[in-house]
């Protein structure tokens, strides 16, 4: 089946720690996102990919960096520097002119 | 300026009323898409509806339907015969242009609680 898989589900970090999640699409979509949302708030957005080797910064790309090496693989590294990263971090992908965005099932990520 | 706004802080409907979930956009662009989601206290983003910019009508999905006026620049989202599978928090979103930097953009979202 195709879809987005996002893997860990629930994922903790000691401060000062780097740590990556994985998001990984079989539906050969050209654009893939990343999202962080807090508890009662919207999806905002870290950063987006267009295409293979290329990406913009989203509204809140401090602290975060992310690669494109593989049209399929969009991992997001959460850096040290981010200095609250406690929330759920959700993946989503789209076809160049799609009409509508594929969700993964997210990432909660936990800094202990 | 935000791209997506949606200023109800929580709405609530009866269980088999219609109810309407309002959205505003603000974009020059003259190709953009407008998207409804649905999250359900699980986390996940279930796609409800779609609407594009050239869109001559209104987008309908069973019992949701999409109220375009693109002059006043606003995409209400109404749910007709609501069930109690319905609460959750809906989203706003929109995409713009089809270029390479085209990004999606999400609002704040609105808590619907649906009392039986």
């Known amino acids: 089946d195709g879809g987005i898989t996002q893997s860990p589900k629930y994922l903790f970090r000691k401060e000062g720690q780097n740590v990556t999640l994985s998001c990984e699409q079989n539906l050969n979509h050209d654009a893939m996102y990343w999202y962080r949302q807090d508890p009662g708030q919207g999806l905002r957005l870290i950063y987006y990919?267009?295409?293979?080797?290329?990406?913009q910064k989203g509204d809140i790309a401090e602290g975060y960096s992310v690669s494109r090496e593989k049209k399929e693989s969009f991992p997001l590294t959460v850096t040290s520097a981010q200095k609250n990263p406690t929330a759920f971090y959700l993946c989503?992908?789209?076809?160049?002119?799609?009409?509508?965005?594929?969700f993964g099932q997210g990432t909660r990520l936990t800094v202990v | 300026a935000q791209k997506i706004t949606q200023t109800q802080p929580g709405m609530f409907v009866q269980e088999k009323e219609a109810v309407t979930l309002d959205c505003t956009y603000d974009t020059s662009d003259p190709s953009y898409g407008l998207f409804w989601y649905k999250q359900p206290s699980s986390g996940e983003m279930i796609f409800l509806i779609y609407q594009g910019s050239y869109d001559q009508q209104n987008a309908t999905e069973g019992r949701y339907s999409l109220n375009f006026q693109k002059a006043r620049k606003s995409a209400n989202l109404v749910i007709s015969a609501s069930q109690l599978g319905d609460s959750a928090m809906y989203f706003c979103a929109m995409r713009e242009g089809p270029g390479a930097n085209s990004k999606l953009t999400f609002g704040k979202g609105i808590t619907l609680s649906v009392r039986p």
């Open positions: 990919s267009q295409i293979v080797n290329d990406f």
């Open positions: 989503a992908s789209t076809p160049a002119r799609g009409t509508e965005a594929f």
